[in-house]
């Protein structure tokens, strides 16, 4: 049989099951597939390939054969699991954000830093969602210009947060609309018609008062780039939207670019589409990047409030070139 032994941990969920269409779309060589949750999905079955794939729980003893390992499954345990992949031979590809920081572990944007994947030692961290979408637009800017600041506000999907948060959005949203109460679970306040300040939802702040995701837009743009001099700032929101995260980001560049300038590298870059046609009222829509594996920018003007500044609106599908599909890539990268 040809092609690789992939193991998807965390195959239930939202981003799992997103990998597993991801790499059966387009078309990985996997020769056998290992569908791992906890042991609460005992007994089901995930889709891949046109068959059922009975659901196995997650183990030290997991990975024997295993040659790659998608984790999506929390923190801990990838922090738990992780090393035991891959002592016995496998490549994790990590979504959490347990392994990102790690001086000894790669984290990886195919567009941006693809050389990264060859120091791997047994496992790769894929950045967080809302960094991942940044980092493909602002690369070609930096290598053209020298970018000096971001400043970013997002604007995230609650896809993000697991298939409960979906559900909560969705049931509060028609008990609202019925004028029935429906007291928060997953997020911290009414996601419904309302907007959150604080991701994630538990344990988020930090002692310099940042979220822990801001931290990680902060601190993983400068990792992916490769330039811990560029000054990064964020403010993430949680919005009632279902899946694709939008930022609002401005750039201040040390050489002056234009906006058409800019308009002209991002139209080259990979994995980015400039949708930017003001008289038409065509920019990114999060509804519209649902299902693409591209990022997309449109709304690119010169700041009128510095010399030497850009703003702009990013828009992907954070299930996807937030998660999945990034991961994916890396997995093709290694083949
Ligand atoms: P399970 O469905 O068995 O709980 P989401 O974020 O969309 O809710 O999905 C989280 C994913 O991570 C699910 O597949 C979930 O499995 C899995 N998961 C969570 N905790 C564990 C754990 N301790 N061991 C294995 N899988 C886990």
């Known amino acids: 049989m040809s092609g690789k032994v992939v ?100 984290l990886v944007v195919p567009e941006v830093n693809p050389e990264a994947i060859k120091t791997h030692k047994g496992i790769i961290a894929n950045p967080n969602c809302s960094t991942i979408q940044m980092v493909v637009v602002l690369k070609p800017l930096h290598d053209a210009a020298r970018i000096r600041r971001v400043v970013v506000s997002t604007y995230q999907a609650v896809s993000g947060a697991g298939s409960a948060a979906i559900n909560e959005l969705l049931e509060q949203s028609r008990a609202l609309l019925s004028e029935q109460p429906y007291p928060p679970k997953v997020f911290p306040h009414q996601i419904a018609f309302n907007c959150i300040p604080q991701i994630p939802q538990s344990n988020a702040f930090e002692d310099n008062g940042y979220t822990n995701e801001e931290m990680k837009m902060v601190n993983e743009t400068k990792k992916i780039i490769g330039d811990y001099s560029i000054a990064v700032t964020a403010t993430t929101v949680r919005v009632p939207v279902l899946s694709g995260h939008s930022e609002s980001v401005n750039v201040e560049t040390e050489k002056k670019l234009t906006a058409d300038e800019a308009r002209a590298l991002l139209s080259k870059a990979p994995g980015v589409v400039v949708e930017d046609d003001l008289p038409a009222q065509r920019y990114p829509l999060a509804v519209n990047a649902v299902g693409k594996y591209d990022t997309y920018v449109g709304r690119i003007r010169e700041d009128i409030s510095h010399p030497s500044a850009l703003d702009m609106w990013i828009v992907s599908d954070n299930l996807l070139k937030g998660a999945a599909l990034n991961a994916v890539q890396i997995a093709e990268q290694l083949l």
Request: aromatic share 6%; proline share 6%.
């Open 7 to 106: 193991a998807v941990a965390g195959a239930t969920g939202v981003v799992g099951r997103q990998m597993l269409l991801t790499l059966e779309a387009r078309n990985f060589p996997v020769s056998r597939i290992k569908c791992l949750a906890s042991a609460r999905s005992l007994g089901r079955t995930v889709p891949f390939k046109g068959e059922e794939i009975p659901v196995e729980v997650l183990s030290e003893d997991s990975f024997e054969g295993v040659d790659i390992a998608l984790f999506s499954a929390g923190g801990g345990t990838s922090k738990k699991f992780a090393p035991a992949a891959a002592g016995a031979g496998a490549v994790v590809i990590d979504n959490s954000s347990a392994w990102r920081m790690d001086p000894e572990v790669p």
